[in-house]
């Protein structure tokens, strides 16, 4: 899976949203994953963590590109997650993770500061293709309605190029201690080591700070 460059899986993509636009059949929903982002920790002489993520985010910007050359752009919208959101802490929450949308509807130069949630992204694509709910937690989930106008901007997007050199190598020296077979498949290496080696790759010679959580306690309700 992580062996496979992003930007290899955006061209794969780009011939199909072709197909679709000579068909003038266009797919309801297309799910596509981009794992490179995961990387491969400082394994000697693979790509190093900045390289794949830069090439990750390249791949992105690729592919939305090339959506908004369609013909369907102005009727599409895409929602972009990771899947990473209990790893990774930041300064906040260990909890948070990004969310992009990709519209001619979506809000430009706005804030929006509701909270949302995996189920959200999952309760408005049910909204916008006209779907029940599948369970009750997106039928409860506050949908991003919040991210989008009424009056749509069909301006192609245009990618900005990587300013990172994407060949870019760990040292052929170094020995990881998470096991090479574990990179087999995304998440299946030991997060906390990966962690460190890719801070460790991007910090050389500092240690990484201490994880941080934040706790969210509730009151029980009061009886009568």
Do not use: C
Request: aromatic share 8%.
């Amino acid at each position: 899976m992580l062996a496979i460059p992003d930007t290899t899986r955006a061209r794969l993509f780009a011939d199909s949203v072709a197909s679709w636009d000579r068909q003038g059949r266009f797919p309801d929903l297309v799910i596509l994953w981009l794992p490179r982002d995961h990387t491969l920790g400082r394994q000697a002489s693979q790509p190093t963590p900045r390289a794949m993520v830069a090439e990750n985010d390249l791949a992105l910007g690729l592919i939305v590109e090339r959506l908004s050359q369609s013909p369907v752009w102005p009727s599409l919208a895409a929602f972009v997650l990771e899947d990473d959101a209990q790893n990774g802490p930041d300064h906040v929450d260990a909890h948070r993770s990004v969310l992009l949308v990709a519209s001619p509807y979506a809000r430009r130069d706005a804030v929006d500061s509701t909270f949302y949630t995996t189920a959200s992204v999952l309760r408005t694509i049910e909204g916008i293709l006209g779907l029940s709910p599948l369970s009750q937690y997106d039928a409860a989930a506050t949908p991003l309605w919040n991210a989008f106008t009424r009056r749509p901007d069909p301006t192609p997007f245009v990618h900005v190029p990587t300013t990172w050199p994407l060949h870019e190598l760990n040292p052929t020296t170094f020995r990881s201690r998470i096991p090479t077979g574990d990179f087999a498949e995304a998440d299946e290496a030991d997060e906390m080591e990966l962690n460190r080696e890719i801070w460790e790759s991007v910090h050389p010679g500092s240690t990484p700070p201490p994880v941080r959580q934040s706790w969210v306690l509730r009151q029980p309700p009061k009886t009568k």
